[in-house]
């Protein structure tokens, strides 16, 4: 079905369907899947300077549980974590699928509606509008 997949993996509730879809789609004999995981960093008013929303070991957890539930698959996996400033993730996806080559980017949905992504801004959404290629969003 698609040869290169980037899988972008988060601590949502949607992580397992989003595994199991780019498994799923991976399942030909050369496909393989890029998995990204996002550390995002929120900006400190005063003194300029960044925090994170959650820690690197928090973060490479993430990867290897996904890296490891695809390799359980039979998939081949790579990962990598990237960073970015809280509401940036959507430009390092597309860019990371970029990159890698991938024919399509695999994510999930908060599950918000319409009307709160709207208000909130959605990383999905912003995927999809930024991608020059096939985004699955999985909820």
């Given at each position: 079905?698609?040869?290169?997949?980037?899988?972008?993996?988060?601590?949502?509730?949607?992580?397992?369907?989003?595994?199991?879809?780019?498994?799923?789609?991976?399942?030909?004999?050369?496909?393989?899947?890029?998995?990204?995981?996002?550390?995002?960093?929120?900006?400190?008013?005063?003194?300029?300077?960044?925090?994170?929303?959650e820690s690197n070991a928090e973060a490479q957890a993430v990867v290897e549980s996904a890296a490891?539930?695809?390799?359980?698959?039979?998939?081949?996996?790579?990962?990598?974590?990237?960073?970015?400033?809280?509401?940036?993730?959507?430009?390092?996806?597309?860019?990371?699928?970029?990159?890698?080559?991938?024919?399509?980017?695999?994510?999930?949905?908060?599950?918000?509606?319409?009307?709160?992504?709207?208000?909130?801004?959605?990383?999905?959404?912003?995927?999809?509008?930024?991608?020059?290629?096939?985004?699955?969003?999985?909820?």
């Amino acid at each position: 079905m698609y040869g290169r997949i980037l899988l972008a993996v988060d601590q949502s509730d949607a992580a397992e369907q989003v595994i199991n879809a780019a498994a799923e789609m991976a399942s030909l004999p050369d496909g393989e899947v890029w998995l990204l995981h996002v550390r995002e960093k929120e900006v400190m008013p005063r003194g300029g300077g960044f925090f994170a929303i959650e820690s690197n070991a928090e973060a490479q957890a993430v990867v290897e549980s996904a890296a490891k539930a695809l390799d359980d698959a039979g998939v081949k996996a790579h990962y990598e974590l990237r960073s970015a400033i809280y509401g940036r993730a959507a430009h390092e996806i597309v860019d990371a699928a970029r990159a890698h080559d991938a024919d399509v980017i695999v994510m999930g949905s908060r599950g918000r509606g319409d009307l709160a992504g709207l208000l909130l801004g959605s990383t999905a959404h912003k995927v999809i509008h930024l991608s020059d290629r096939p985004v699955l969003v999985a909820r």
